[in-house]
């Protein structure tokens, strides 16, 4: 059964830091993996999706990549910003079931 | 931009009432899915459908139901409410495109109190 767990839980920088988050998977048969932001209280928001036979993609200061056989992916944020602060979800989309399989997210405040 | 609207942010209801959770897309997207999110447990996946009147189970199904008549919306039916199906229920959809999925992109969810 595949099982997703991002660490650190929560994650406190001071603004302008570099940054990585980790997300680590146990099954390595996955179609893809995607990266989330979510704010208090509010839904979901798409930041990056990797397909299976892609090494990493960007967008802005955002750079996630995925090594399957490890079983891991880590989203790089540069130069990062107080309204960078939310909690950020690594989910896969499992080659067995075709369902996404989310972690648990990380905390992430900027402080200014 | 995809707008994926979830019909009410906040809902109270009572135990045995039967509650309808809908959600509209305007991106004509194929895919379309139901989550329930709570603290320590992260997001479970209820239901999903891959087409109009199609549905699939997720991994918590119980105690749920659902209705995709027409591509744009997909309602969560709740048959007879108990307390702990409180909880942040978040709506998604997404298309493929060259045999690819492409994001999911979510409601801004409803948060359900059952008492």
């Known amino acids: 059964k595949q099982e997703v767990t991002q660490i650190p839980a929560a994650l406190s920088v001071p603004e302008g830091e570099n940054l990585v988050l980790n997300c680590s998977f146990t099954d390595s048969a996955i179609y893809n993996l995607q990266w989330f932001r979510q704010d208090p209280g509010k839904g979901l928001t798409s930041l990056l999706l990797?397909?299976?036979?892609?090494r990493e993609q960007t967008s802005g200061r955002l750079n996630a990549s995925l090594d399957k056989s490890s079983g891991r992916s880590t989203l790089y944020i540069a130069a990062s910003q107080p309204g960078d602060s939310a909690t950020y979800l690594c989910?896969?989309?499992?080659?067995?079931?075709?369902?996404?399989?989310f972690g648990q997210g990380t905390e992430l405040s900027v402080k200014p | 931009d995809v707008k994926v609207t979830q019909s009410s942010r906040y809902l109270v209801k009572r135990t045995g009432e039967k509650v309808f959770l809908e959600c509209v897309q305007d991106m004509d997207h194929e895919n379309m899915f139901w989550y329930r999110q709570d603290p320590g447990l992260g997001l479970r996946l209820i239901y999903f459908?891959?087409?109009?009147?199609?549905?699939e189970k997720g991994d918590i199904p119980e105690g749920y139901s659902v209705s995709r008549e027409k591509k744009e919306r997909f309602s969560l039916i709740l048959e007879s409410a108990s307390t702990n199906q409180t909880s942040m229920y978040l709506c998604?959809?997404?298309?493929?495109?060259?045999?690819?999925?492409?994001?999911?992109?979510f409601g801004d969810g409803t948060r359900l109190s059952i008492l």
């Open positions: 989910a896969v989309r499992d080659a067995q079931g075709g369902k996404l399989i």
């Open positions: 459908s891959y087409d109009v009147k199609m549905k």
């Open positions: 998604a959809s997404s298309f493929r495109r060259g045999g690819l999925d492409q994001p999911q992109h």
């Open positions: 990797i397909q299976s036979s892609q």
